[in-house]
């Protein structure tokens, strides 16, 4: 009996530590957009494709208005598009993928999921920089 339970605490204890490097991860994954005088923190949701965002960054784009609620910036190639869920507690604020065109949407103000979006993190704080309007070199990058 005793030697039992010690197997199941080293193996539930190794499982453990093997979990926490990507539970801090998914914590510490955050991406700066800076443009103009602007600066943007996103908290990113850990996933197949935020991941595969990640691994392009540092990037220099280009960023610029879309419609009247959120900011767009063009991806020099396309993401995985493994982390797709359904979701419906839009927020502005929100970063997503859009499958469509395939570049980031940076919402500053409602919208409504589609079945075409991928959400990808969040801001952190307000989102007033992305109000600043116009088209400008825009420096995407994990902090």
Not at 5 to 22: F, K, S, V, W, Y
Request: charged residues 25%; proline residues 5%.
């Amino acid at each position: 009996m005793t030697t039992r339970l010690n197997r199941r605490a080293i193996l539930a204890g190794g499982a453990a530590a093997l979990m926490i490097p990507a539970v801090a991860r998914a914590q510490s994954m955050q991406m700066r957009v800076g443009f103009d005088d602007q600066q943007a923190v996103y908290q990113l949701f850990d996933n197949p494709t935020t991941r595969d965002l990640v691994s392009m960054l540092p990037a220099e784009l280009e960023i610029r208005d879309f419609s009247t609620n959120e900011k767009i910036v063009h991806l020099p190639r396309r993401l995985d598009e493994g982390g797709f869920e359904t979701f419906s507690d839009e927020t502005p604020g929100d970063l997503c993928y859009f499958l469509g065109w395939g570049n980031l949407a940076l919402f500053h103000d409602d919208y409504t999921f589609r079945d075409d979006l991928i959400r990808l993190g969040h801001i952190e704080g307000e989102v007033a920089p992305l109000l600043h309007k116009g088209t400008f070199p825009v420096r995407i990058e994990m902090i």
